[in-house]
């Protein structure tokens, strides 16, 4: 496959940032996401047989699969794939028909940018296209999501998903996860830049600690749901009411509780700072979501606090966090634009001569949800 073949349709799919609101998705908390116009482009031909063929450009490798024979694979990123063709003939059977498929994208993968949802929703969003299947934004919000889940083996929440399909260009989202209805809050950060900083590890804890997550605040809310049995997710529990809790979980598993209740009320706390002009609160906001996903919730790295802490000794830099699952990817900064370039190259320095490892800056604008390429 080449990418001078003729296609019978392109589509941008997004990778996604969230401002703040980590890690909260599962627990039907509020998130602050956006798509970003970083993307993965996937170029689909009908090939009138009963094969998919997918080339990705970023892996350098290609598979064939037989649509009559829809087996999980050994290797990961054909998961993905397979899984989309698979949920989409459970919603419409036999709708999915052969098809080559060319992929190429400047999203880093696993990096926390959620290049993951941005594959899996636009396999989704091109399939729809390309046999007119009729998929509504929802059935390929939830499918994919469902994809990750059974074929991967990630229990991620809704926020990546959500936020590929949906995003809307110069604007976050405000996602309530528990009944996944959105507002849409217009970006105007004045003098100040959103910027990614990439650490480029990627420790291999993150999938398992990913799960490992979710099943610590399942117990959390079963001990507090005992007691308060009109709370069904660890965000409808007040900070207040898990401090009540100290002595009757265990510590891990109470951190973990007070995190996510915290860092759900920070996410509105942040709406409010947004909506009123005030970028000092939600810098702060964003420090102190940093730290309890660190200290609390315990899905940091070195790499990723070091970023962080020496963002904190410039005035031109409001806050930073870590972004994503965690265990390595990005962070996100909130700094002045004139200070862009100095910070990059003074904090690129460092990081090289603590890890001997290069940044990668990213400098990102908010973009469109998945589309097709007019
Ligand atoms: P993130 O979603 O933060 O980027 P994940 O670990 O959830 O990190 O997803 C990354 C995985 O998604 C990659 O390891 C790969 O399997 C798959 N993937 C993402 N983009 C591509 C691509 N362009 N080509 C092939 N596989 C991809
Ligand atoms: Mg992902």
Same mark, same amino acid.
């Given at each position: ?256 509780? $007070? &995190?996510? *209740?915290? +860092?759900?009320?920070? #996410? %509105?706390?942040? !709406? ?6 005030? /970028? ?5 906001? $964003? &420090?102190? *979501?940093? +730290?309890?996903?660190? #200290? %609390?919730?315990? !899905? ?6 070091? /970023? ?67």
């Amino acid at each position: 496959m080449n990418k001078n073949d003729s296609y019978d349709l392109v589509i941008k799919s997004p990778g996604r940032i969230n401002l703040i609101g980590e890690h909260v998705d599962y627990n039907g908390g509020h998130a602050l996401p956006a798509a970003i116009d970083k993307v993965i482009t996937l170029k689909f031909k009908k090939n009138n047989s009963n094969d998919v063929t997918v080339y990705s450009k970023n892996i350098d490798s290609q598979f064939t699969i037989d649509l009559a024979n829809l087996n999980r694979s050994n290797i990961e990123w054909h998961n993905y794939i397979i899984g989309v063709i698979y949920y989409i003939n459970v919603l419409k059977p036999k709708s999915v028909q052969g098809f080559n498929c060319y992929i190429d994208s400047n999203l880093p993968l696993g990096s926390g940018v959620s290049s993951s949802a941005a594959l899996e929703c636009g396999i989704a969003k091109g399939i729809n296209e390309l046999f007119n299947i009729g998929l509504t934004d929802t059935e390929i919000i939830n499918l994919s999501k469902d994809a990750e889940h059974t074929m991967v083996g990630t229990k991620c929440g809704i926020m990546d998903q959500f936020t590929v399909v949906k995003g809307k260009k110069d604007h976050l989202l405000l996602l309530n996860c528990k009944t996944s209805e959105h507002e849409t809050i217009k970006v105007d950060f004045g003098d100040y830049k959103l910027v990614l900083l990439n650490t480029n590890v990627s420790h291999n804890l993150a999938t398992s600690e990913y799960n490992v997550r979710r099943s610590e605040c399942e117990i959390a809310m079963k001990t507090i749901g005992a007691k308060y049995n009109d709370l069904d997710y660890l965000c409808d529990v007040k900070p207040e009411v898990v401090k009540e809790f100290k002595n009757l979980l265990p510590e891990k598993i109470y951190n973990r509780a $007070l &995190y996510i *209740s915290k +860092e759900n009320q920070r #996410t %509105l706390k942040a !709406v409010e700072a947004i909506n009123r002009k005030d /970028l000092n609160t939600l810098g702060e906001l $964003l &420090y102190k *979501s940093h +730290e309890g996903l660190s #200290t %609390l919730y315990e !899905v940091s790295c070195e790499e990723l606090d070091f /970023l962080v802490k020496y963002t904190k000794k410039f005035d031109q830099i409001l806050g930073a966090r870590m972004m994503g699952g965690g265990f390595g990817g990005c962070t996100i900064n909130l700094i002045h634009k004139d200070f862009v370039e100095d910070l990059i190259e003074e904090i690129s320095n460092a990081y090289r001569n603590q890890f001997s490892i290069d940044l990668t800056p990213i400098a990102i604008h908010i973009g469109d949800g998945v589309k097709k390429q007019s």
